[in-house]
């Protein structure tokens, strides 16, 4: 059986399990879940906004990355939650569409976002003096929408092409949402140009701000070394870490997703690593940031205090 994509009207999601008893204890850890990234990403939003001591350039970014991590997990997990307790997952081909391009550029405004907070961090640490010219509240704001922009436009053409492939044999997704990969699999044309540009376009997408984060981080370290007092080197590096450990989840994970050859593909692995990245990272972002931040967490006994 082949269809045309413009004549095909849905797609089934398979999710994460079959199982009635297994749904609702996946709902059920899945709303925790989703609370937890409500409350942790909007709490450093309201820190940032409303604290003196937090309008800095870091903390302007780290505000961008919890808007990012609120959109970034809403678009995606209220949809699981409702097939979590639905009998039959069915999504339209709309719907689809525009799953995967919201999630897929938002995905990308966190590429970009990565690199640049540390870019942020290497002209803190490395060029100190200069930093406040540099970052001026002007630069950021440039920056940051520039982050959005490219963003929404650089998945643009993955998805158009992904859409374009004619699809055949049955309307079955083995995933909770509409990954690329996935609805690729189902395409019964030699769809080998098609994969090629698209591994092609997510190597630039995720290679290139790992190039330049590890650039900005060679030169962090090398800086940090340079600092005479014990203290000193374990401020910057407890700045830089919390950034450090974002950027090895986040970017694992997305490489394991999207780097890799279609016959390696494992549905089981790829639904827990689309996980990681699209729900456990919007998680564990405010914790990493606010625990192992002393200016965030006098933020919040502040606000406590001033609340009370």
């Not at 395409?187 to 190039?211: D, K, R, S, W």
């Not at 729900?279 to 990493?288: E, L």
């Amino acid at each position: 059986m082949i269809w045309k994509n413009e004549t095909f009207g849905e797609f089934i999601l398979l999710g994460l399990s079959s199982d009635p008893k297994t749904q609702v204890a996946l709902f059920i850890v899945f709303t925790s879940v989703y609370t937890i990234i409500l409350i942790g990403n909007f709490l450093i939003i309201v820190l940032v906004l409303t604290d003196a001591n937090l309008h800095t350039p870091m903390y302007f970014f780290l505000s961008n990355l919890s808007f990012l991590d609120l959109c970034f997990s809403t678009s995606t997990l209220p949809r699981m939650l409702k097939d979590l307790l639905s009998v039959n997952n069915v999504i339209s081909y709309g719907e689809c569409a525009a799953q995967m391009y919201i999630s897929l550029s938002l995905g990308a405004c966190d590429c970009v976002l990565l690199a640049v907070m540390a870019y942020d961090r290497y002209m803190a640490i490395c060029y100190p003096l200069h930093y406040t010219t540099i970052m001026s509240k002007m630069v950021c704001v440039r920056l940051a929408v520039g982050i959005w922009l490219s963003g929404f436009i650089l998945p643009i053409s993955t998805v158009t092409l992904t859409f374009n492939v004619d699809l055949c044999g049955h309307n079955k997704v083995n995933h909770f949402l509409c990954e690329m990969p996935e609805i690729l699999s189902l395409g019964c044309e030699n769809i080998m140009l098609v994969e090629l540009i698209i591994f092609i376009a997510g190597l630039i997408l995720l290679l290139t701000p790992v190039i330049f984060i590890v650039i900005f981080y060679v030169n962090i370290i090398l800086s940090i070394l340079k600092i005479a007092s014990s203290s000193g080197r374990r401020k910057a590096f407890s700045t830089c870490g919390s950034h450090m450990m974002v950027v090895a989840i986040f970017y694992g994970s997305a490489m394991a997703s999207y780097m890799k050859p279609r016959s390696s593909s494992l549905p089981g692995t790829d639904k827990m690593i689309a996980i990681l990245y699209l729900i456990v990272t919007p998680m564990i972002n405010p914790m990493i940031y606010t625990l192992r931040n002393n200016d965030v967490k006098a933020a919040f006994i502040k606000l406590i205090k001033k609340n009370k």
